[in-house]
């Protein structure tokens, strides 16, 4: 079957990686894809916003299957555009896409299907939001409605803060990203995300994995996409993978069947691990980026086979199998990131970092200059991927890589995993 992926970050190049390794897979083009997927993939230029041209590509090259790795595109209404012409993909509709496009619908979904999520209210204009924030108070947790490439949310620790952050969002910094605003309760506890394939009906849980967003060691700094991730996430054990999956999962997919618009795709749960049991903070509609990373390195499956399934409405008595062992990537990103950084400097050594055991560098933000040499051409650039018997031996052969890797104008977090590894610490001394 000749398959097209979409995207060119990380998380895509692990998927061209895992959908090569399948004897079903014939030719795997990308558009765009990176200097990493292209030597899995035949890399195509085309334009994803223009939907009749990815459909005449699929037509034209006989593809059966298009996977689409990032958001954007499923929101905008890609999948929608080539199912009309026949074409299976990997990725919800527009419609179901609003599980991650737009946050007020995702509440109000989990307030009518009861699913465990903060208390919130939604506001189409700033007084009305201001109100409430002088009524309730900080901690509070500030939002814009749509897609804001992961920058529309404010967890405002103080009132000021928080009025700012409703200031800004209506006076336009997120564009029409921020026509609404939800404010939300600000939930304590531990993070973790979980995947689950769909198929509209059908559901095959994944697993689980976490990531690091904040820029530098210890959890500081600004922001950003993700530094690093690993998986399984020690936190979701497998009763509270069987919790998320009865009171989170399924009746989110029951109500999308409800609402006349199945879903059918990944689908990624951002979970906040409370007191009170697990909370959806936001879904997904799409792999992690880091998170797909570790877990393309532990999936035995056929990702091929899996994602068919999907798209066909076929996933019924179906199952992933995993590796017992833990992957755990570390990003590699160019200084400055996540504010402004240069394009263009030479990265060495990704060879002899392969040369570890066990070891996989995905490529994110990475092109070739004329004489051939690998360059970065992003803010995140390359994801070393490690797997090992623990999260802690993961991470020293991912680390052992990285050291391996020569390229000054890039930096990482050195402490990747540390949750998971002193977990494991504490239980081995238990
Ligand atoms: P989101 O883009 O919705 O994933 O939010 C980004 C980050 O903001 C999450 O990963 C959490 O760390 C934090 N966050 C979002 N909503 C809440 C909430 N209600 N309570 C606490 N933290 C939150
Ligand atoms: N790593 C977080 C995300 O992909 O949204």
Known sequence: ?????IGSGGREHALAWKLRQSPLCHTLFAAPGNAGICEEADCVSLDVNDFSAVARFCKDNAVKLVAVGPEAPLVAGLADALREEGIS??????????LEGSKSFTKDLCAKYGIPTAAYATFDNEAAALAYLEQHGAPIVVKADGLAAGKGVIVAEDAETAEKAIRDIF???FGAAGAKVVLEEKMKGEEASFFALCDG?????LAGAQDHK???DGDEGPNTGGMGAYTPAPVLDEAAQARVMERIIEPTVRAMREVGSPYVGVLYAGLMMTDEGPKLVEYNVRFGDPEC???MMRLNSDLVELMQATAEHDLAG?????????????VMATKGYPGAYEKGSVISGVERAEEEPLVKVFHAGTARNEAGELIAVGG??????ALGDTIAEAQKRAYAAVEKIDWPEGFYRHDIGWRAVAREGGERGA
């Open 171 to 173: 006076g336009g910094a």
């Open 380 to 385: 995140r650039v390359l994801n070393v991927t």
């Open 1 to 5: 079957m000749n398959i097209l992926l």
């Open 293 to 295: 990373q570790p877990l």
């Open 214 to 216: 904040r820029a530098h």
């Open 318 to 330: 179906g199952s992933a199998d995993w590796s017992e062992r833990a992957a755990l990537t570390v």
């Open 89 to 98: 993909v990997f990725g919800p509709s527009k419609f179901a896409a609003q």
């Open 201 to 205: 009906e059908n559901i095959v849980p």
